[in-house]
């Protein structure tokens, strides 16, 4: 799959789809399969754009069970081929260079949310430097590597859905919560 497809599949050009394109197309290289199913799992320690191109070039989806998110906002991608339990850790080390003081001053104004003409030519034109870099780049430039040893996750299960007495919508049986003699769900327990 080409970075215009995953593109397509994303939204939107940006470095951080450049970055998961270039880890999972390494994820690939490293390990030999796209998922068809369960047999490649991606544990993801981030919701950047980057995820989006791990979903669509490796296979790996949150409905198969077999994209792991935890929320540690780091830009580090673990895959594990089933059944083994070696992986591969993909750290993106990659640093954009630095920006000039006129356009960290455009960042400034893009993040206060100023979206005039100028301000947005500024930072697409940054964006598709810093993607096109990341591109370009040899792997070893962008990520550090390195085979390892994990716990196999639980491949994914199937739970019965159970109606909640609070609202009336169906949730799995595991994230029910019992208060007094009534089964709830999350939202409904902590009202």
Known sequence: MNFKDTIKFHGHACPGLAL?????????KELGLRARDEELVA???NNSCAVDAIQFICGCTFGKGNLIFKDFGKQ???FIRRPHSEAVRIA???QPPSEDPETEAMWTRY???????????????RKARKMNSILA???AELFEIKRVQVELPEP?????SITCAGCG???MEPRTRMVGDKLLCVPCSQK
């Open 20 to 28: 998961g394109y270039r880890v999972a197309n390494l994820a690939l």
């Open 43 to 45: 544990i993801v320690e």
């Open 76 to 78: 580090v991608y673990t």
């Open 92 to 94: 993106v080390k990659w």
């Open 111 to 125: 993040s206060d949310g100023d979206r005039s003409a100028e301000v947005i030519a500024v930072v697409q034109d």
């Open 137 to 139: 780049a040899d792997d």
């Open 156 to 160: 994914a299960r199937i739970y019965k």
């Open 169 to 171: 919508e169906n949730v």
